[in-house]
């Protein structure tokens, strides 16, 4: 059984909004997305502490993009809004047991899920 399950994701149109869901089967500390294009290295998404709920975004995202924490169900979320082109990517998963790290959180990662394909067209 995997550790990160992840769902959601798909095709859209620039401007909308899609939602990408990833249940995680033990408790981490830190939790994320990260994406990735084929070709290109791996972009931290954002990032939210499971004790604290503070949150961590790539300035590409902010305003854009939300995280956020379901204890009860161990679901991370990603909703993303307002989406562009260049959002297009492979979504995955992510996790850590230790805390988000402030300045080096986009690349703590130790535990990823399969990856999920968010396609935006213009």
């Known amino acids: 059984q995997a550790n990160l399950v992840e769902s959601g994701g798909g095709s859209v149109q620039a401007g909308g909004s899609l939602r990408v869901s990833c249940v995680h089967r033990w408790n981490y500390d830190c939790l994320g997305w990260v994406r990735q294009v084929a070709g290109k290295e791996r972009e931290g998404v954002a990032a939210i502490a499971t004790v604290g709920g503070d949150q961590y975004y790539a300035d590409s995202v902010k305003g854009r993009f939300a995280i956020s924490h379901d204890k009860n169900e161990n679901t991370v979320y990603l909703q993303m809004d307002n989406l562009k082109p260049e959002d297009t990517a492979m979504y995955y998963c992510?996790?850590?047991?230790?805390?988000?790290?402030?300045?080096?959180?986009?690349?703590?990662?130790?535990?990823w899920g399969q990856g999920i394909q968010v396609n935006v067209s213009s």
């Open positions: 992510a996790a850590d047991h230790f805390r988000c790290f402030a300045r080096n959180w986009q690349t703590q990662f130790e535990v």
